[in-house]
Structures are given as C-alpha cells and as structure tokens.
C-alpha cells in the first residue's frame, strides 16, 4: 500500500494550502499556470453532468497529495 501512496505523492499536481474545499482548483491552475478562477468555473459547470463533477472532486481530494505529502486517504485508512 505504501508503494500506492508514493505513487501519488510524485504526482505533479498537489492539492494547494489555501483554497476554497480543499485546495483542488488551486492545485491543477498552479500546475498548469491557469487563472484559479476559471479552473474553479470549469469545476462547478462539471457538477452540473450526472455522475462525473462531484464524484471526480471527491475522488481528487481522497487522492491528490497536499503540498506537504499528505493524503487525506491514508489518514483515514490509518484511523
């Protein structure tokens, strides 16, 4: 399992310390130098689609690395 954590910690997008739920948008625009603002619009149009826009996000905060190499799934795998 250990392996499977650092497979993600050496993902290039990280979950971003200040954004709004969990960091997510601020994440991808920092990586991919885009507007945070446009990242998080594209966000809530994709919550309008069934089944993809909120199950993605969660999905994305279980998964995405923090900029410190926390993994909110590990932490509450470890509980």
């Not at 290039?12 to 990586?31: D, H, M, Y």
């Not at 994305?60 to 590990?74: F, N, Q, R």
């Amino acid at each position: 399992m250990q392996s499977f954590y650092q497979i993600l910690r050496s993902s290039p997008v990280k979950r971003a310390p200040g954004g709004i739920f969990g960091g997510i948008a601020s994440g991808i625009a920092r990586q991919y130098g885009w507007r945070v603002s446009y990242v998080r619009i594209g966000m809530l149009l994709s919550f309008l689609l069934p089944f993809i826009g909120l199950p993605l996000y969660l999905v994305l905060w279980l998964l995405l690395p923090a900029t410190d190499g926390t993994i909110v799934l590990e932490k509450l795998l470890r509980r």
